[in-house]
C-alpha cells in the first residue's frame, strides 16, 4: 500500500509558530585538539534544534534529509554559552527548510554582545508512524 501524501488538512502556520531556541553551556568534553568546541557538538546541538523547530511546524516527528548549508564563523570555546536560534524557512508539500543561526557568549559576561559562530540551513521531511512521508502545514507569508 502507498501512502497518500495529499490526504490530511494543510492549514498555514506562521514562522514564529516553529521557533526554537535551544542554549548549552560548553565544557571541556566538548572541545577538539585545538581547545575551540568540535564542529560535532556544533553540528548536533544545530540539529537538534532543527529538528525541534521542523516537528513543531508538522505537528509531529519530522527527519532530517540534509544539511543544505553549514558555515563556521568563529571558534567557541569551553565556558561560552552557545544559543542555537531556529525558525522554520520553507514548507512544501511533505518537506521543510529550517535555518539555523548560533550564538556564544561567557556564560557570566552581562556587557559583551553575543559572537556568531555558525548558520546552517536543513531540509526534513514529516514522516507518519510508518516512516512514510506526511503532508505538513503551509508557511504563512511573514
Same mark, same amino acid.
Given at each position: ?20 531556541? !535551544?542554549?548549552?553551556?560548553?565544557? $571541556? ?15 548536533? !546541538? ?22 543544505? *548549508? ?5 571558534? =567557541? ?10 525558525? !522554520?524557512?520553507?514548507?512544501? *508539500? ?6 539555523? *543561526? ?15 559562530? =555558525? ?10 508512524? $510508518?516512516?512514510?512521508? *506526511? ?5 504563512? $507569508?511573514?
Amino acid at each position: 500500500m502507498t501512502a497518500d501524501i495529499t490526504a490530511g488538512p494543510r492549514a498555514h502556520k506562521a514562522p514564529a509558530d516553529s521557533r526554537v531556541t !535551544l542554549a548549552h553551556i560548553m565544557s $571541556e568534553h566538548d572541545t577538539n585538539l585545538y581547545g575551540t568546541i568540535h564542529g560535532g557538538v556544533v553540528m548536533k !546541538l544545530i540539529d537538534d534544534a532543527a529538528a525541534a523547530s521542523a516537528g513543531r511546524h508538522a505537528d509531529g516527528p519530522a527527519v532530517t534529509v540534509s544539511v543544505d *548549508r553549514m558555515t563556521f564563523l568563529a571558534p =567557541a570555546r569551553a565556558g561560552d554559552l552557545l544559543t542555537v536560534h531556529a525558525l !522554520l524557512e520553507r514548507a512544501g *508539500r511533505t518537506s521543510m527548510t529550517v535555518a539555523v *543561526r548560533v550564538t556564544a557568549e561567557r556564560w557570566n559576561a552581562t556587557t559583551t554582545p553575543p559572537t556568531e559562530v =555558525a548558520t546552517a540551513r536543513l531540509s526534513f521531511v514529516a514522516i507518519d508512524s $510508518e516512516g512514510r512521508p *506526511r503532508p505538513v502545514p503551509g508557511l504563512l $507569508e511573514s
